[in-house]
């Protein structure tokens, strides 16, 4: 089975996309597969979210501009299976310098290479930063799927129709052909409330199958779990929020199967 690259993205925050990133790898890894999670984020929230601290020179911004391999940045978690390019603060500075360099937007495609041909991992999360600049367009590029969370409130599918057009012009362009949607996942989920049911139906008719079945539930536990620096998993394993997750990660391992006669031509 090849490496498979999952990029988790959108542009609004506080949406659970990190919350996403880091659960589903987790999820995963703990299920027996081998998962990196890359965090591509300046804000550093998916490094902390798997217990590591922010440390100087640690992320991927060298390895982005050409200096020095991607997979001397890789660091162990304390969680089964699950290794991590950390972030840092000195991300912010590769928007303004990769904007400047030759191919900008397949750095990371490029750094990346050596690590899924060493066949280390089974999938790759990268977790974006929440906007459409040069560090997400590098993610797309590298990536062979897109997740993207929707926070179950008034205005969910604002913006999403701007993904779906970068999505569109990578495939178009040639930047990355293979890229393909993979799914939506609907985030803090309350099923108390009228709106939390009515966005979900409506992002439904919107999208289709492409929405998963399992919706997140607003947490407690959650939003506690990366102040541990824990995955809900290991936090409370026998939360909704961590059943929610095992049940969006199995979902998700079966439509990856399902795409695998496509992807392996």
């Known amino acids: 089975m090849p490496t498979r690259v999952i990029a988790v993205a959108n542009q609004k925050g506080g949406v659970g996309k990190t919350t996403t990133a880091v659960n589903l790898a987790a999820c995963i890894a703990a299920a027996g597969r081998r998962v990196l999670l890359v965090d591509l984020d300046p804000q550093a929230n998916a490094t902390s979210g798997v217990g590591l601290e922010k440390v100087p020179g640690a992320s991927a911004y060298k390895p982005l501009l050409g200096d020095g391999p991607l997979a001397e940045k890789i660091r162990p978690t304390a969680f089964d299976q699950l290794e991590v390019v950390p972030s840092e603060v000195d991300l912010c500075g590769?928007?303004?310098?990769?904007?400047?360099?030759?191919g900008h937007l397949i750095r990371l495609a490029r750094a990346l290479e050596p690590v899924i041909a060493s066949a280390r991992f089974d999938?790759?999360?990268?977790?974006?930063?929440?906007?459409?600049?040069?560090?997400?367009l590098n993610a797309f590029a590298a990536a062979d799927y897109l997740?993207?969370?929707?926070?179950?409130?008034?205005?969910?599918?604002?913006?999403?129709?701007?993904?779906k057009r970068v999505l569109e012009q990578l495939q178009r362009s040639g930047i990355n052909p293979r890229l393909q949607w993979i799914g939506v996942v609907m985030t803090m989920f309350d099923a108390r409330t009228n709106l939390s049911h009515q966005v979900v139906n409506e992002v439904r008719q919107h999208f289709g199958p492409l929405v998963f079945e399992t919706v997140i539930p607003r947490s407690t536990r959650?939003?506690?779990?990366?102040?541990f620096g824990k995955p809900i998993i290991y936090y409370d394993k026998h939360s909704a929020g961590a059943a929610a997750y095992q049940l969006l990660a199995?979902?998700?391992?079966?439509?990856?199967?399902?795409?695998?006669?496509?992807?392996?031509?």
Not at 150 to 159: M, R
Request: glycine share 4%; net charge negative; charged share 20%.
């Open 222 to 227: 959650l939003a506690e779990a990366p102040s």
């Open 123 to 136: 999938l790759v999360f990268i977790d974006c930063p929440p906007s459409l600049g040069i560090l997400t």
């Open 250 to 265: 199995q979902e998700l391992l079966h439509r990856l199967e399902a795409q695998e006669p496509a992807t392996s031509v």
């Open 94 to 102: 590769a928007e303004l310098e990769l904007a400047q360099a030759e």
């Open 147 to 163: 997740i993207v969370p929707l926070q179950c409130e008034y205005y969910a599918l604002e913006g999403i129709s701007t993904i």
